[in-house]
C-alpha cells in the first residue's frame, strides 16, 4: 500500500478527473496511472475523455449557434433594404 497527501482542493481536482476519465474511483485511476508509467499500458489503454469531450463541443456548438443568430440580426439591422429597381436590375 502506498500512501501520500494531497489538499483538499488537489484531491478534489483529482476526483473530477477521475469521474471525467471514466474511472470508478481514485484508487482505479492511481492504479492505471501507475501500470502507464511501469511501462504496463499504453496511454490509449486508458479510459478516454470521450464524456468530456463530448460536452465541450456541446458547449461549443451552443455559443456558436448563438454567434450566428446574433450576427444574422445585425447583419439584418445593418443592411439597408432595396428598391424594387435594384431588386429588378439584380434579376
Known sequence: MISF???DQEY????????V????SVSAMVRAAVHHLL???ELEDL?????????????L???VATLAAA???IDARLTPPRSDQAQAAAQ
Open 47 to 59: 479510459p478516454p475523455h470521450q464524456p468530456e469531450i463530448q460536452t465541450r463541443v456541446a458547449i
Open 39 to 41: 511501462g504496463e499500458t
Open 12 to 19: 478534489e481536482r483529482f476526483r473530477q478527473l477521475c469521474s
Open 71 to 73: 450576427l444574422a440580426n
Open 61 to 63: 456548438e451552443s455559443h
Open 5 to 7: 497527501r494531497l489538499t
Open 21 to 24: 476519465r471514466g474511472h470508478g
